[in-house]
């Protein structure tokens, strides 16, 4: 599984973004796709994850601002999105696109940085 994340940058204080990622390649059985992040200084943490029936959890921190959906309509790939909006100076961080896959691997792709400014 291949994972390309865009969609990052810089933007201020109450701005939005959204980031996309693709996953493509042997994508059969992923059951979940979902964002990390990462700060300097601190521990990557999840951020929104999605299951393929469309369960989604939320870190605290961004319920009620961060949407997250996915499209797995095509046979040779899927695609997960994390809409954000009122961004915060502490939303700055590295995001990374994670997916999992029965039984038990994990994919992580390489990170899109998102820096908000006050």
């Known amino acids: 599984v291949q994972l390309q994340a865009s969609g990052g940058g810089l933007v201020q204080a109450g701005g939005s973004l959204r980031l996309s990622c693709v996953a493509s390649g042997s994508i059969f059985n992923i059951n979940a796709m979902g964002w990390y992040r990462q700060a300097p200084g601190k521990e990557r943490e999840l951020v929104a994850a999605?299951?393929?029936?469309?369960?989604?959890?939320?870190?605290d921190s961004v319920k009620g601002r961060f949407t997250i959906s996915r499209d797995g309509s095509s046979n040779t790939q899927h695609t997960v999105y994390l809409q954000m909006n009122s961004l915060k100076p502490e939303d700055t961080a590295v995001y990374y696109c994670?997916?999992?896959?029965?039984?038990?691997?994990?994919?992580w792709g390489l990170g899109t940085l998102v820096t908000v400014s006050s």
């Open positions: 999605i299951t393929g029936g469309s369960n989604t959890i939320y870190a």
């Open positions: 994670n997916a999992m896959k029965a039984p038990n691997r994990e994919y």
